[in-house]
């Protein structure tokens, strides 16, 4: 993948951060680094990025309501925010998946819509006298 | 030892239940979190976290309350050390490790930035006109006035002048102190900038005012009843005064809108 194919990934990447941490949230409660590593895994480590951008997302979807955290100290380790599917939070996933969904069939239609329209001119074959007037 | 770093296996072959791989990769992480969270970085490394995390939080010394960017320093702390765990398990040493999670995690001021942003997003206000901004240049406009005022009054006390000052001095004041408070409050700077830049804003105004006073005086005629060495030398008093006023301003409109700004930010949090 080259440097302009990477840019292009990450900025896809930016705008949808948030629908993907309600998408892994929406299995389990889980902290920071395993939305990280969830995200990684089920992508088969397609979607990397820098995974400090995991928390703005993280407070905004906190912010609105959509997730709520919890300090877990129960673990043998140090606490850990814990972060949690809020009922609203599962109500915007489902409007973002619908809306995510609906953008890529728009972007398809297009796309094959321009392939399939050059490929019947291209068996039509145009003739050498059919000039713009 | 299992990476959690492998590659996953495509889904077709090993159909897994979404809980069961959630459980499974949390597992791992739990257990990859509670090793690396005993192996804190050692005291060699520990400048080079410490001093990353404030880098990251320089930006939100004034947008977040200290206990939620403790909270937050905690957090990200915790991921890096974990992360830093997992490149130690690939292999990597213990510092080349650090130094490719922070690699991973992304450049501290632009997290920082991301934090500011989202943090001042619930105002509804556009970043470069956002509530600091505009505290800093209301604080900054007042202080501006406030101490026109005093500076005024003293003067009259004291026998250097007999008005009390013009609508025109308030309105300058106001106008200035604004300036002042905008362009420095929109990047945040500190006390001793704003003293510098503000001396500077109302220097520069004073300079420009002057050779106005100057022309207008020489268009009038009534220039030659003064002598032009004293003249210049009267100027360079004027301009003198201004800039040392200027940073005064700059001071207590830092001051004012640092307190400002804590006052907002605890009310925020509260709420």
């Known amino acids: 993948m080259d440097d302009g194919e990477m840019k292009e990934e990450r900025e896809l990447l930016k705008g949808n951060t948030p629908t993907l941490i309600l998408s892994v949230l929406q299995d389990a409660p889980l902290h920071g680094y395993a939305i990280a590593r969830v995200i ?94 | 030892m299992h990476s959690q770093f492998e590659p996953l296996e495509p889904t077709d072959s090993q159909p897994l239940q979404r809980h069961d791989e959630i459980a499974r990769t949390t597992g791992e992480m739990v257990t990859s979190a509670g090793t690396s969270s005993d192996q804190e970085p050692t005291s060699v490394l520990e400048p080079l976290l410490e001093h990353y995390l404030d880098r990251l939080c320089v930006p939100l010394e004034n947008e977040m309350s200290l206990q939620a960017r403790l909270e937050m320093r905690a957090e990200i702390r915790g991921h890096l050390i974990s992360l830093a765990a997992a490149f130690e398990e690939l292999g990597s040493a213990p510092a080349v490790a650090l130094y490719e999670a922070l690699q991973q995690f992304g450049a501290a001021e632009t997290i920082g930035a991301s934090f500011m942003k989202q943090h001042r997003a619930p105002l509804g206000l556009e970043p470069t006109i956002s509530l600091h901004l505009l505290t800093g240049a209301v604080a900054t406009g007042l202080a501006s006035i406030g ?40 990047r945040r700077k500190s006390t001793l900038d704003a003293a510098l830049s503000t001396g500077g804003l109302y220097a520069a105004a004073a300079a420009v005012l002057s050779v106005a006073v100057v022309t207008m005086m020489a268009y009038t005629h009534s220039f030659g009843v003064y002598q032009p060495q004293k003249l210049a030398l009267t100027y360079a008093e004027v301009v003198g005064i201004y800039s040392l006023f200027g940073a005064v ?23």
């Not at chain 1, 973002?96 to 019947?120: E, H, M, P, Y």
């Not at chain 2, 007999?162 to 929109?186: C, K, Q």
């Not at chain 2, 640092?258 to 709420?271: C, F, H, I, M, Q």
Request: aromatic share 6%; proline share 3%.
């Open chain 1, 40 to 133: 990684e895994r089920r992508s088969g480590n397609a979607l990397r990025f820098k995974e400090g951008t995991l928390y703005p997302a993280l407070q905004g979807l906190e912010r609105d309501g959509f997730i709520q955290s919890a300090w877990d100290t129960s673990s043998a380790g140090p606490a850990r925010k814990v972060y949690t599917l809020t009922e609203t939070g599962g109500t915007e996933l489902t409007r973002r998946t619908r809306s995510w969904q609906s953008f890529v069939s728009a972007i398809n239609t297009v796309i094959n819509s321009t392939v399939g329209d050059l490929k019947v001119e291209d068996a039509k074959g145009r003739k050498p006298d059919a000039q713009p007037i």
């Open chain 2, 147 to 186: 101490l026109n005022r005093i500076a005024n009054e003293a003067m009259v006390a004291l026998g250097m002048q007999i008005s009390h000052g013009e609508p025109f001095d308030l309105v300058l004041a106001l106008a200035l102190g604004m300036t002042a408070g905008g362009l420095l409050w929109r």
């Open chain 2, 249 to 271: 301003t700059g001071v207590c409109g830092s001051l004012i809108t640092r307190g400002l700004r804590r006052l907002l930010t605890r009310t925020n949090v509260s709420a």
